[in-house]
């Protein structure tokens, strides 16, 4: 069974940085992307970015020139780097696995908060 752990959020003013981690534990094999999704307060998860296999990537309109996808196969790890941090880009931030272009499992989130 397939386990998704992110880490790597928390407290940063507008305009700095933070990476996110989600490590996977398990088989991936059935699974051929891999996305990261937000959640604020009141509103809708939404896709932040994905990276497929082949690794071909999709980035949001609202962060894409400020986030950047990547993935380390060996280590089984998806990666979010985030530049440029707004207020509206807090939220929980969830990592998930993709099967036949849709989100087949979750991890738990971590939540970014920008303030200053």
């Not at 896709?47 to 986030?67: H, P, Q």
């Not at 707004?86 to 989100?103: L, Q």
């Amino acid at each position: 069974q397939v386990q998704l752990v992110e880490s790597g959020g928390g407290l940063v003013q507008p305009g700095g940085s933070l990476k996110l981690s989600c490590a996977a534990s398990g088989s991936l094999y059935v699974f051929n992307a891999m996305g990261w999704y937000r959640q604020a307060p009141g509103k809708e998860r939404e896709l932040v970015a994905s990276i497929g296999n082949g690794g071909n990537e999709i980035i949001a309109d609202t962060v894409k020139g400020r986030f950047t996808i990547s993935r380390d196969a060996t280590k089984k790890t998806v990666y979010l780097q985030m530049n440029s941090l707004k207020s509206e880009d807090t939220a929980v931030y969830y990592c998930a696995a993709h099967r036949f272009g849709h989100p087949d499992v979750w991890g738990q989130g971590t939540l970014v908060t920008v303030s200053s």
